[in-house]
């Protein structure tokens, strides 16, 4: 099956600081990623959809100045958290869809990227 | 507003036993529903799908059964085993930009 991956796996950094995460469609081409929150004991929330050449769509209460996303090439997504304070503390995962055995409708995720603010 | 619901936050089955996870939801525009497992600590992986137009849809010991006049499926596993025990997020599409609408996922735990 697809592979995506996600850099860096665990990041922890100091508040005020930004930090950058990459998603890659390892084995294929993805127009469109997307980029979920997950907290603990909690659902995946989708945070937005990164096209690729354009802008990214933002769900409903994201900050787009403050998850400042990039999608500059078929295979890479990056995800920035500027000043970056401890409630951003999360579980970040990107998803790309490609054709699997659900075809039009199956996702690929990363691995996730822990992120901790101090 | 929740559009897709799973009720049970976690299931305790035996191994060996049949493990059923259900899922509710409340738009009646999905035409596709997808079943994911999640270890801890890592990005969820697709387990099983079905479409609108069928009712039940068979992988192994995984199968999806889709009652839309309910607006209710169910992932069953038979039999259980302890490789099983993971979270499970149930999902659910109405569009063609693969956007998935999550349940709150269940946690599945295999005794032995």
């Known amino acids: 099956g697809a592979v995506v991956s996600q850099h860096p796996s665990w990041v922890i950094c100091k508040s005020g600081t930004s930090v950058k995460i990459e998603c890659r469609s390892l084995d294929f081409q993805a127009t469109t990623m997307f980029w979920y929150r997950q907290f603990p004991k909690q659902s995946l929330m989708l945070m937005a959809t990164s096209n690729e050449g354009s802008k990214a769509t933002y769900e409903q209460g994201v900050e787009k100045d403050k998850f400042l996303i990039n999608h500059a090439s078929l295979t890479l997504s990056t995800l920035t958290v500027t000043s970056a304070h401890p409630e951003d503390s999360s579980f970040y995962i990107c998803?790309?869809?490609?054709?699997?055995?659900?075809?039009?409708?199956?996702?690929?995720f990363g691995p996730g990227t822990r992120l901790t603010v101090t | 507003d929740q559009q897709v619901k799973q009720n049970s936050p976690s299931l305790s089955v035996q191994e060996g036993r049949i493990s059923i996870l259900n899922c509710d939801y409340t738009?009646?525009?999905?035409?596709?529903f997808l079943w994911y497992k999640k270890y801890p600590a890592e990005g969820p992986t697709f387990l099983i799908s079905?479409?609108?137009i069928k009712d039940k849809n068979e992988d192994g010991r995984f199968t999806v059964f889709l009652n839309k006049s309910a607006k209710h499926l169910s992932l069953h596993i038979v039999p259980s085993q302890p490789g099983d025990s993971a979270v499970y997020f149930c999902?659910?599409?109405?569009?063609?930009?693969?956007?998935?609408?999550w349940g709150a996922g269940t946690k599945l735990i295999i005794k032995p």
């Open positions: 738009n009646s525009m999905f035409d596709y």
């Open positions: 999902a659910a599409s109405s569009d063609s930009n693969y956007q998935l609408i």
């Open positions: 079905i479409s609108s």
């Open positions: 998803s790309a869809p490609a054709r699997g055995r659900a075809a039009l409708y199956e996702q690929y």
